[in-house]
């Protein structure tokens, strides 16, 4: 099982959004390195996801639900979708702020790559982030 942070502008789809529709397609992503980490997400794995804008915080918890698949609404099959299920709200959110003022993230990619919308999570950082949001 792997980690993952999904970023997105709570405008066009935020938590409460996966949260009302359950089960939901993550798409839209276009960048080369995003979907080749798109590409390497399985059934199971955890993601953070993550809302970019005025809040930048960490929100909640989800899992992917499917495999990734070609984008039905492309002609090009790298651009790939997949299932995401939410699985809870995080107590607290954990903001870009709390995470760059730790020393313990130097190296995680949401520090160092801020663009990137698709990026795993070692597991240190996810216990860390999990004890940040209580």
């Known amino acids: 099982m792997a980690n993952w942070l999904l970023k997105t502008e709570p405008e066009d789809f935020s938590w409460d959004d996966l949260e009302k529709g359950g089960t939901s397609v993550w798409d839209g992503v276009t960048n080369n390195l995003a979907l080749k980490h798109m590409r390497a997400v399985a059934p199971g794995d955890r993601v953070f996801l993550y809302h970019t804008g005025k809040e930048r915080a960490i929100v ?6 499917g495999a990734p698949y070609p984008d039905p609404k492309r002609k090009d099959p790298r651009i790939v979708v997949f299932e ?3 699985e809870r709200k995080l107590r607290r959110p954990v903001t870009l702020a709390e995470i760059k ?6 190296d995680f990619l949401l520090v160092r790559m801020s663009r990137l919308s698709v990026m ?3 597991d240190s950082h996810w216990k860390r982030i999990q004890t940040m949001a209580g």
């Open 101 to 106: 003022a730790d020393g313990a993230f130097s």
């Open 120 to 122: 795993p999570v070692s």
């Open 60 to 65: 909640g918890i989800a899992e992917v639900a």
């Open 84 to 86: 995401l299920r939410p």
